[in-house]
């Protein structure tokens, strides 16, 4: 009897798997599937990629068994299934980039899963060589050399410029690269050439090159040029005045920058350095200042500079005696580069307009100063006025204290130097005010108990004034107050001395007239004339004339 078996073999379409060099790569059986629960064998065994030749089993397993290593040659040691049946192959090369297959038998079918293996490597590093020591505007110079040694697959090398992908465009620009290729490990090493054309903004431009993953440290280039423009500046922190140190600069755009110029004052040679200092400067120095580079005189710049000036006198600028009453000139003279500005102060208080003294007065006296001003610049003059006269006094007068009980003279003066006083009498108390514009006022408290003759003498160094006032005593005061009179001065009592004398003249000629009627009545009385009322009417005039003779008399009195 004969038995027949059938037998299904199916191979499935080939994965690939990339694997890093020195690494261990896992190769998967049927993509990582589960196993099949009637499995009866596994087994891995390779094929070479291209050609014939080179293949062979790695191991098997069986089930629930380990798995066993076939293979006698270079994966004798490198070989091991994991628990999924993946392959393993440890420190992988570029020699392992084959086909690997996993053959699977369960129950009567038997299957195969082809998986290719590529072996990857980046390069070891990506550095610039070879640098160029420096690049000239508008010539083509080698930049450098990229090199990437050791990748697998070959390195694709890109250049940057300011990290900004620069394109070969057989110009400006101009990229080779070459592939070498390891002959032991199969690596390869990529280098790559720039040839580029410098332009005036390449100044401090970072050059890198770089590959996939890796990119080189970046590199910069003196970018040399010729001169094209030159600059003068002139260092100043503000307007220039006269007594200023003014520096001038001297800067050029070319590279490697000049490093000596002229600079056109008296056409002064300066060497190894861009600037120039002019010292202390006077209007003079005013004018067109040049600066140029010493290969080349039509490379040149200039500036005009001012400087300012302010110039002031005052006079008088000292200080000044004069007289009160007289008149003083102020003279001011300015020169200046610029538009002024002038203020006035006396004694620290500001005026309003430049003092005018035509007629001096004790009130001009003091510390004058005139401040000229123009930007920055300041000037300043002063003199001290002083207005001296003879004392004089203004007024003396007399008054009764609050109290009653004393009286309070008063003499005002005015003069300078600063006068004193000096009382003819004492006083229990003297005062004085504050000495100010020349005029000062004095008290004096006294009680005086006879009438008395007060004198006020005030002086300074330039002479002296006297005034004399009458003053009564309080005694004499109280009683002429009660009758109504006043005690303001001498002459008051004067002028009632004289209404007095009035008043006893129209009492005599009263007193006249009145005998002159008598004498006529009695002549009357003789030729025998009667006149009824002229007794009655008599009568009254003479208690009339007797009434006002009594009210004179005690007006005299007063």
Known sequence: MTMCFYISLSVSAMDTVIGLYGETVEVPCNNGAPKPKDLFITKWKYVKIKGNGDNGDLLTQLKDQDASVIATNQYKDRVSMAENSSLLIAAASLKDEKIFTCMVVAGADISEYPVKLLIHKAPTRVEITALAAELEIGKPTQLGQCSAPDSNPAANITWFKNKKHLVADGKGIIISSKVKVDEVTGLTTTSSTLQYTAEKGDTDALFTCGTLNALSSPVSFTVTYPTERVS????????????????????????????????????VKVENSDSYTVTDVTRDSTGEYKCSIIDNAKMEDSKNITINYLDMSLSPSEKVMKSAGESLALNLQTDASGELRVSWTKDNGKLDKMPKFDKLTYSDSGKYEVVVTMGALIKKASFELVVEGIPVIRRLAKQRGEDGQHKVLTCEAEGSPKPTVAWSVNGTSADESPYVNGKISYKLTIVPTVNLTVVCTVSNELGQDTRAINVSTLFEEVRMDKQGSSDDSDTTKLVVGVIVGLL??????????????????????KTGEKEDGSTEESKKLEEKIEEKLEENSQKVEV
């Open 232 to 267: 003068l500046h002139v260092i100043s922190k503000g307007p220039l005045m006269e007594g200023d140190n003014v520096t001038l600069k001297c800067k050029a755009d070319g590279n490697p920058l000049p490093t000596s110029f002229n600079f056109h004052i008296q056409v």
């Open 504 to 525: 006893l003249a129209t009492v005599v000629v009263g007193l006249a007239y009145w005998l002159y009627m008598k004498k006529s009545k009695q002549g009357s009385w």
